[in-house]
C-alpha cells in the first residue's frame, strides 16, 4: 500500500516541482545572458519611465516578467538570483503592467537612474504647468506609451473644457504637436465644439511616424473621442498611421502641418502663439511636442540641399542610390541597415564615436551583415564637412575623403525643448530614479 500511496500522490509533486525548476532554471538563464547582451551593447539606461524594484520585498514569484507586454519581442524583465529585475532596460517603454501585477508591492515607476537624470515638466493632476493655461501631454511629460499619451491628450483637454470661458477675442485652446496625445487632444477638443487650432512642425503620428517603415508599435486598447475604441495591441508603424489618418479623414479633424511653434507671449488671461505662419491669441496652450524636439543638425554647408533628410520613412525610395546615413543610435543603424538590405545600394554609415554603443545588438548585427554582403561601409570616428550636389566631404583620422553621394539621412537626434519650456517660465526637474 505504502508503494501505491507513493505512485499515487508523490511521484507527480516530484515531477511538478523538477518541471518547475527546470522552468525556474531555464527562465534564470535567458534572464542572465539579456542582462549580459545590455551590459555589453552599453544600453544600460531606460529611456522614460521604468520600474524600480525593491529586492527586499520581492519574492520572485516572476509575476511581473509574465504581465510585461513586450514579451517576447523584447526580455525587459527578468529573474535573476530568485529576485526580479530589470535585465533589458533600454527596451523598457513605461507600459507599467509590471507594478499592477506584483503581489507584494514591490515595484514602483519612476523616471531616471542615479547615474542619469530625466528632465520632466511639473504637472499637476489635471497635467497643467506652473504656468496658468500651459499643459503637458505625452512623451514630453515622460509618458513615452502610445496609450498613456493618448489619454492624457484627451484629459487634458477636458479639464481645460472644465474651466473655459468663452471669447470672441481668442481661441479656447493651441495644440501643438499631433502625435498620439496632440491627435487625441485634437479629437476630444472637436467633440466638445471648442474654438482650437493644432499645429505639427512635421506629420500626423509624431514620434511614430518617424520609426522606420514597419517597425512594429506596441500599444494598448484606448478610448477616442469620435473614432471610439482603439484595440491594437501589437502592430505596425503602417497600419497604426493608416488608422489616424482615417479617423482624421473621417472626423474632419483640421491640423496645420509644416507649422513650427517659435514663441509664447503672455497676453492677459492667455497667451500670443507664435508660429513660423502666423500668430494665434488662445486662453490655453497644450504643449504635446514629444521629448525628440527639433531634429539635430550638422551645421555644415550644403546641408539645406533637398537631398537631406532627418528620418528614413521608406528605404525603397533609395534603390540603386549611394546614400550617406549619420548617427551611431539604434534609428541610424535601423536606417542604415534597411536601405543597405535593397542589395543595389551602398550605403556609408558615418559615426563620430569609436564604437556603436548605445544600439542593441540585433541592430550591430544588422550592420555587420550588411558589411559583409560588401553593400555597406562603416566609418567610425568620423564627421561630415561638406554636402555638394552628387558628394558628401568627410574627415575621419584627419585624412578627408570625397564619397560620391545621391542622399543623406541624418539620425543624430532631437533638441530637446528644456530651453523652450523654461523661457516660458515652465518649472522642470530633473529625476534621479524617483516618480
Not at 499645429?199 to 517603415?213: A, D, I
Amino acid at each position: 500500500m505504502e508503494v501505491i500511496a507513493y505512485l499515487i500522490y508523490v511521484l507527480p509533486i516530484a515531477f511538478v516541482i523538477g518541471w518547475y525548476l527546470r522552468r525556474r532554471t531555464r527562465l534564470e538563464q535567458a534572464s542572465v545572458r539579456a542582462r549580459e547582451e545590455s551590459l555589453a551593447a552599453g544600453l544600460i539606461e531606460p529611456a522614460s519611465l521604468h520600474p524600480s524594484i525593491d529586492p527586499a520585498r520581492c519574492i520572485g514569484c516572476g509575476s511581473c516578467v509574465k504581465a510585461c507586454p513586450e514579451q517576447p519581442l523584447h526580455h525587459v524583465l527578468g529573474l535573476v538570483g530568485g529576485r526580479a529585475e530589470l535585465v533589458s532596460p533600454a527596451d523598457c517603454i513605461g507600459h507599467g503592467a509590471c507594478k499592477t501585477a506584483c503581489p507584494t508591492e514591490a515595484i514602483s515607476l519612476v523616471f531616471g537612474t542615479e547615474r542619469r537624470g530625466v528632465e520632466i515638466p511639473v504637472l499637476n493632476a489635471s497635467f497643467e504647468t506652473n504656468v496658468r493655461g500651459v499643459f503637458v501631454a505625452g512623451e514630453l511629460g515622460g509618458m513615452g506609451l502610445i496609450r498613456n499619451a493618448l489619454e492624457q491628450g484627451r484629459q487634458a483637454v477636458e479639464a481645460i473644457h472644465a474651466t473655459r470661458k468663452a471669447s470672441a477675442q481668442q481661441l479656447d485652446l493651441v495644440i501643438v504637436g499631433a502625435g498620439p496625445a496632440g491627435f487625441a487632444a485634437s479629437l476630444t477638443a472637436l467633440s466638445k465644439r471648442m474654438r482650437f487650432v493644432t499645429v505639427e512642425q512635421e506629420s500626423l503620428g509624431g514620434c511614430v511616424f518617424q520609426y522606420p517603415r514597419g517597425k512594429v508599435v506596441m500599444t494598448a486598447p484606448a478610448q477616442l473621442p469620435l473614432v471610439g475604441r482603439v484595440s491594437f495591441r501589437s502592430t505596425n508603424k503602417e497600419q497604426l498611421l493608416q488608422f489616424w489618418q482615417e479617423a482624421e479623414r473621417k472626423s474632419g479633424v483640421k491640423i496645420n502641418y509644416y507649422e513650427r511653434v517659435e514663441r509664447l507671449e503672455p497676453d492677459g488671461e492667455g497667451f500670443i502663439v507664435h508660429t513660423s505662419k502666423a500668430r494665434y491669441r488662445a486662453r490655453s496652450v497644450l504643449l504635446a511636442i514629444g521629448r525628440r524636439g527639433t531634429p539635430r543638425k550638422l551645421g555644415v554647408a550644403g546641408e539645406e540641399l533637398p537631398k537631406v533628410v532627418y528620418r528614413l520613412i521608406d528605404p525603397a525610395q533609395y534603390g540603386g542610390q549611394h546614400v550617406l546615413v549619420v548617427g551611431g543610435g539604434d534609428s541610424a543603424l535601423e536606417a542604415a541597415a534597411s536601405v543597405a538590405e535593397l542589395g543595389d545600394t551602398r550605403v556609408v554609415l558615418s559615426y563620430r564615436g569609436d564604437a556603436f554603443s548605445r544600439a542593441k545588438q540585433r541592430n550591430r548585427e544588422r550592420i555587420a551583415a550588411a558589411q559583409g554582403s560588401g553593400t555597406l561601409e562603416v566609418m567610425l570616428s568620423s564627421n561630415v564637412k561638406q554636402i555638394a550636389p552628387d558628394a558628401v566631404v568627410l574627415e575621419q583620422g584627419g585624412q578627408i575623403r570625397r564619397v560620391r553621394n545621391e542622399a543623406v539621412i541624418v539620425s543624430a537626434g532631437g533638441v530637446l525643448p528644456t530651453e523652450f519650456l523654461r523661457s516660458i517660465g515652465i518649472h522642470v526637474e530633473t529625476k534621479y530614479g524617483t516618480a
